[in-house]
C-alpha cells in the first residue's frame, strides 16, 4: 500500500511559476516510477510526466516539453514537478502517482497508487 500527498498547488498568473511536491509513505519508494497527471474540468485525466525509480530517465507531455520538470528524491520520498511559463491551459488538478515498475509509462494504466490532487489555477 502506498499513500501519496500532493502539495504546492495555488493561483499564479501567465508567465510564473509553481513547483508541486508529492510526499510518499509504504511501499518502497525508490524502486518504482512515479507521475504526475493532471485533469482540467470536463476532461479525461491525462499524463503530464514520469520518471523512473533511480531518476535517470524522464518523459514528458508535448504540451509541457520545454516549460515543466520532473524529479526526485528517493532519501525524501519525495517526487516534484517544477513548472514553468505557465499558461492558462496548465489550470487543472495535478495528481502524483505511483507506478507499478520501474520504469515510467505515458499512461493510466501504468499508474497503481494515486493522490488527492492539488489544483493548480493560471490566471489569463
Known amino acids: 500500500q502506498v499513500q501519496l500527498v500532493e502539495s504546492g498547488g495555488g493561483l499564479v498568473q501567465t508567465g510564473g511559476s509553481l513547483r508541486l511536491s508529492c510526499a510518499a509513505s509504504g511501499r518502497t519508494f525508490s524502486s518504482y516510477a512515479m507521475g504526475w497527471f493532471r485533469q482540467a474540468p470536463g476532461k479525461e485525466r491525462d499524463f503530464v510526466a514520469g520518471?523512473?525509480?533511480?531518476?535517470?530517465?524522464?518523459g514528458y507531455a508535448d504540451s509541457v516539453k520545454g516549460r515543466f520538470t520532473i524529479s526526485r528524491d528517493n532519501a525524501k520520498n519525495t517526487v516534484y514537478l517544477q513548472m514553468n511559463s505557465l499558461k492558462p491551459e496548465d489550470t487543472a488538478v495535478y495528481y502524483c502517482?505511483?507506478?507499478?515498475?520501474?520504469?515510467?509509462?505515458?499512461?493510466?494504466?501504468?499508474?497503481?497508487?494515486w493522490g488527492q490532487g492539488t489544483q493548480v489555477t493560471v490566471s489569463s
Open positions: 520518471i523512473s525509480w533511480s531518476g535517470a530517465s524522464t
Open positions: 502517482a505511483a507506478g507499478n515498475g520501474r520504469f515510467f509509462l505515458p499512461a493510466r494504466a501504468g499508474y497503481e497508487y
